[in-house]
C-alpha cells in the first residue's frame, strides 16, 4: 500500500469529502484522513439527522390542524425513542452513501487522527490509525477541513455534560423530551432546537444576547420570526447576557442580565448554542507557522494557508460555517490546485434555518445595503395573498428583496415562510448571473406556486405589483 498521494485531505464532511471526490474526477490519487466517521458532523450530528428530527415534529403538529383541511384524527401522539430512531437511520444511511462514494472514486479512507510534520512540497500527514499504530502519509498537496464543534464557555457553566447541559450531539439523542428546556443562543442551531422540542411539548425559552432574535437575518424577517414563534408558544429574552449557569438536583438556573437588571429563570435542561469554534488543535499548526485567527485558520481567496501545498476549507477556515459554503470552497481550491478555471469562490451563500415557519436568505441585508452607502429599492410580498398559499394552509411569511438603485442588480432576498428554503435557490442563482430587475420580470414563474411571491416581490420594488 503506497502513503504517496496528489492530494491528502483531513476531514470527511461536505467540505472534506466532495474535494476529494473532485480531485479523484480531475485525476489526482487521492486520501482522505477521518477521525470519527465518514460525513462528519453535518451527516451524522447537524443538518440531517436534526431535519430529520423537525420533520416528525412537523408532522405531528400538523394533525392539531387536520380539521382545516377535513379531515379527522383522534387520540395523535408520538413515540419519542422512535423520532430519535428514525433520525440516527437517516444519518446511518448517508454515512454509507458517503463511503460509497469513496469507494466509486477510488478515494483511500484512512481512519485515524491525522497531525502534520514540516515537509516539502507540502507537510506530511501522520495519522493515529483507530486500529493502532500510525502511518505517515506524503502528498503534493494538503487540504484541511477538520470542521468546528459548539462554542462553550466553561467559566459561566455553559459547558455540556451530556444530561442538564446539552450540546448539539446531546440534543439528538437524549431518552426523552425534558418537560422544561432553555436554549442558550438564537441563531439557525439554537431556533431549530427549541422549534423541534416545542412542537413536542416542551415548554421553551431561548436566551439571545442581542437585541432580536436570529441576528444576521434581515430585521423584518427576525421581527416576523419572532411573532411566529410566540404564537406557538415559544418564549423569548433578548438582549439578556447569561451569568451563571448552576445546576442541582431539580434542573438547571440561569442567572440573567438585561438592561441593568437581573432575572433568574429555571429548567430541566440547557441547550448551548453560543457559536462555533474552529478544530484547530493538536494538528501541527503552529510548528508549520500556519496563522490562525480565533480558532479559524487564515487563507487566501483559494484556501491557501501561506504554508506550501497547506490549504484549508470549510468551517476551520471560517464564517459562514455552513455545508455547502464548505463543498463550494472545496471545488474552488481543488480546481485551482488543479491549475483549471474554477468557480467564482464569492459566490452568494444561502441561509436557511429549517424552523416552522422557514427562514431563507442570500445577499445582503436592506440595513446592510444602506451602510454600504447604496441606495436601494425594497420589494415585499406576502403569502397571505397567494393562491398556492392559500390553498395550502400556509399563508404565513412574506418575500422581500433588495436591488441597487444604481444599476437595477438584485443584492439581496429575504423569506419566511413554508419551504422557502426551497426556494431560495432561484433568488441565488439570479445574484450569482447578476440578475437586474428586468430580468426578473421578465422571468416567468408558474402557477400556482409558492414562487410566484418571489417575482411579485420583484415586480412590487418598482412598483409593478399585480396581486397586491
Not at 228 to 246: D, I
Not at 265 to 285: F, H, M, P, T, W
Request: charged share 20%; net charge neutral; glycine share 10%.
Amino acid at each position: 500500500m503506497s502513503d504517496a498521494f496528489d492530494v491528502v485531505v483531513i476531514g470527511s464532511g461536505p467540505g472534506g469529502y466532495v474535494t476529494a471526490i473532485r480531485a479523484s474526477q480531475l485525476g489526482l490519487k487521492t486520501a482522505i484522513v477521518e477521525r470519527e466517521v465518514l460525513g462528519g458532523i453535518c451527516l451524522n450530528w447537524g443538518c440531517i439527522p436534526t431535519k430529520a428530527l423537525l420533520k416528525s415534529a412537523e408532522v405531528y403538529a400538523n394533525l392539531g390542524h387536520l380539521a382545516e383541511y377535513g379531515i379527522k384524527v383522534e387520540k395523535a401522539s408520538f413515540d419519542f425513542g422512535a423520532i430519535v430512531d428514525r433520525s440516527r437511520k437517516v444519518a446511518t444511511q448517508l454515512n454509507s452513501g458517503v463511503a460509497f462514494l469513496m469507494k466509486k472514486h477510488k478515494i483511500e479512507v484512512v481512519e485515524g487522527t491525522a497531525s502534520l510534520e514540516k515537509a516539502t512540497p507540502a507537510p506530511k500527514v501522520v495519522v493515529a490509525l483507530k486500529a493502532g499504530g500510525t502511518r505517515t502519509l506524503s502528498a503534493k498537496h494538503v487540504i484541511l477541513a477538520t470542521g468546528a464543534r459548539a462554542r462553550t464557555i466553561p467559566a459561566i457553566g455553559l459547558e455540556p455534560d451530556g444530561k442538564q447541559v446539552w450540546a448539539y450531539r446531546d440534543a439528538l439523542v437524549p431518552k426523552s423530551a425534558p418537560k422544561s428546556l432553555l436554549v442558550i443562543g438564537s441563531g439557525a442551531i439554537g431556533i431549530e432546537f427549541a422549534c423541534f422540542y416545542n412542537a413536542l411539548g416542551s415548554d421553551v425559552t431561548v436566551i439571545e444576547a442581542l437585541d432580536r432574535i436570529l441576528p444576521v437575518e434581515d430585521e423584518e424577517v427576525s421581527s416576523a420570526a419572532r411573532k411566529a414563534f410566540e404564537k406557538r408558544g415559544l418564549k423569548f429574552r433578548t438582549a439578556a447576557s447569561v451569568r451563571k449557569l448552576t445546576k442541582s438536583a431539580k434542573g438547571i438556573t440561569l442567572e440573567l442580565e438585561s438592561g441593568g437588571k437581573t432575572e433568574t429563570l429555571s429548567a430541566d435542561v440547557a441547550i448551548v448554542a453560543v457559536g462555533i469554534v474552529g478544530n484547530v488543535e493538536n494538528l501541527g499548526l503552529e510548528a508549520l507557522g500556519v496563522k490562525v485567527d480565533r480558532t479559524h485558520v487564515v487563507t487566501d481567496s483559494h484556501g491557501a494557508t501561506g504554508v506550501p501545498g497547506l490549504y484549508a476549507i470549510g468551517d476551520v477556515a471560517g464564517p459562514p460555517w455552513l455545508a455547502h459554503k464548505a463543498s463550494h470552497e472545496g471545488v474552488h481550491c481543488i480546481e485551482h490546485i488543479a491549475g483549471i478555471a474554477s468557480s467564482n469562490l464569492t459566490a452568494p451563500i444561502p441561509g436557511c434555518t429549517y424552523s416552522t415557519p422557514q427562514i431563507a436568505s442570500v445577499g445582503v441585508t436592506e440595513a446592510a445595503a444602506k451602510a454600504q452607502g447604496l441606495k436601494v429599492r425594497v420589494g415585499r410580498f406576502p403569502f397571505r395573498v397567494n393562491g398556492k398559499a392559500i390553498a395550502a394552509g400556509e399563508t404565513e411569511g412574506f418575500v422581500k428583496v433588495v436591488f441597487d438603485e444604481a444599476t437595477g442588480a438584485l443584492i439581496g432576498a429575504h423569506m419566511i415562510g413554508a419551504e422557502v428554503t426551497e426556494m431560495v435557490q432561484g433568488f441565488a442563482l439570479a445574484i450569482t448571473l447578476e440578475a437586474t430587475e428586468a430580468d426578473l420580470h421578465a422571468t416567468v414563474f408558474p402557477h400556482p406556486t409558492m414562487s410566484e411571491a418571489m417575482h411579485e416581490a420583484s415586480l412590487d420594488a418598482y412598483g409593478k405589483v399585480l396581486h397586491l
